[in-house]
């Protein structure tokens, strides 16, 4: 029989340092969507290359900063603080599906 010291509470934000920072990571991943989101609607257009408009470049940049810090924090808020709060799971589950989009493009060019 095992025991635990730390009483299994479920809590809906974060309650540690880390998880904190996944969940405003998660954040900065949205306001950079919508900002490419505002940029697009307001009539800019991609080039020959990701970087050929810096209007629609910057924010997926920001939000890609987001996503993959929301997902380094949240496996550090995770393994090291044990804080499983579902903020944090679903900042992580975010940063966990674009690193695999963005692996998929890298590996898998089309």
């Known amino acids: 029989m095992t025991t635990s010291t730390h009483p299994q509470h ?4 974060p ?18 969507g919508l900002g490419l989101i505002v940029a697009t609607v ?3 257009t991609g080039g020959e290359t ?3 408009n ?15 810090s929301a997902l380094m924090t949240g496996v550090t808020a995770t393994i090291h603080e044990h ?6 799971i679903l900042s992580t589950l975010i940063g ?9 493009e890298i590996f898998v060019p089309h």
Do not use: C, I, N
């Open 96 to 104: 966990l599906v674009v690193a695999v989009f963005v692996a998929g």
């Open 54 to 68: 810096w209007w629609l470049a910057g924010p997926a940049f920001v939000s890609l900063g987001g996503a993959l």
């Open 10 to 13: 479920f809590h809906f934000w």
């Open 83 to 88: 804080d499983r709060s579902f903020a944090v």
């Open 15 to 32: 309650t540690e340092r880390f998880g904190r920072w996944s969940v405003g990571s998660a954040v900065v991943f949205a306001l950079g």
């Open 50 to 52: 990701f970087t050929d």
């Open 42 to 44: 307001l009539g800019q």
